[in-house]
């Protein structure tokens, strides 16, 4: 399978921890994309990398949001101190540089619940 | 005004039916739009770009219109598998590049 993936698919943790979900991209995307949606919303964007290059990030994410992507290839996304509030689905998508650079392909989700 | 805004819905239409769905954006500056399908607790997952010209796959066609700034998708011959919510993407120019998704539309196509 040659789709994204990612890891793990849910998690529960108890407020105040921290988290970190991992995404894989299809291996030739260079663009890679976190979300965050929940439940009869669209997804909303939080942070976008252009290779190992973090070029934008929502005004929405706080600093207890962080991601990375060391190598250019897969990332993580963590969340320190959770709260109740960051109960979602979190959605990593990749996306390509030729003429079709812009459609997004989603990886299955992570499914975060904060108690 | 929100960036993106789709009535949410649901549309519930007959098999067989005709239905279209519109998404209209706030940023003229806006240059790439495309349609999602995300079934219940699953990831979107697209359906087609929207192209200036209009564009047709099968039984779904979108358009874009620039002047009143909204994007339509018609679905025709409605198939129960086409159950599941539409979400339109419209990503804008001028420097930064974030995709702003709306909230999508139900669709439930029943026999």
């Known amino acids: 399978d040659t789709g994204v993936s990612q890891n793990p698919r849910h998690k529960i943790t108890k407020r105040g921890q921290n988290v970190t979900f991992r995404c894989d991209p299809i291996s030739e995307h260079n663009r890679l994309y976190w979300y965050r949606q929940t439940l009869g919303q669209g997804p909303e964007f939080l942070t976008y990398f252009q290779n190992e290059a973090q070029l934008e990030k929502s005004r929405l994410l706080s600093d207890r949001f962080s991601a990375e992507r060391p190598k250019g290839s897969f990332s993580t996304l963590e969340i320190q101190r959770t709260e109740q509030g960051d109960s979602a689905m979190y959605l990593c998508?990749?996306?390509?540089?030729?003429?079709?650079?812009?459609?997004?392909?989603f990886g299955p989700g992570t499914r975060l619940t904060v108690t | 005004r929100k960036e993106v805004e789709q009535d949410p819905g649901p549309f519930n239409v007959p098999e067989g039916a005709t239905v279209a769905f519109n998404c209209t954006y706030s940023?003229?500056?806006?240059?790439?739009f495309f349609w999602y399908r995300q079934d219940c607790r699953k990831e979107p997952k697209l359906l087609m770009s929207v192209y200036s010209s209009g564009n047709e796959d099968g039984r779904f066609t979108a358009q874009l219109n620039r002047a009143s700034q909204y994007i339509s998708l018609l679905i025709r011959d409605s198939k129960l598998s086409d159950s599941a919510t539409y979400l339109c993407?419209?990503?804008?120019?001028?420097?930064?590049?974030?995709?702003?998704f709306g909230r999508g539309t139900s669709l439930i196509v029943h026999p």
């Open positions: 998508a990749s996306s390509g540089t030729s003429g079709r650079a812009y459609e997004q392909y």
């Open positions: 940023n003229s500056a806006s240059q790439s």
């Open positions: 993407v419209v990503i804008h120019s001028g420097g930064s590049y974030i995709p702003t």
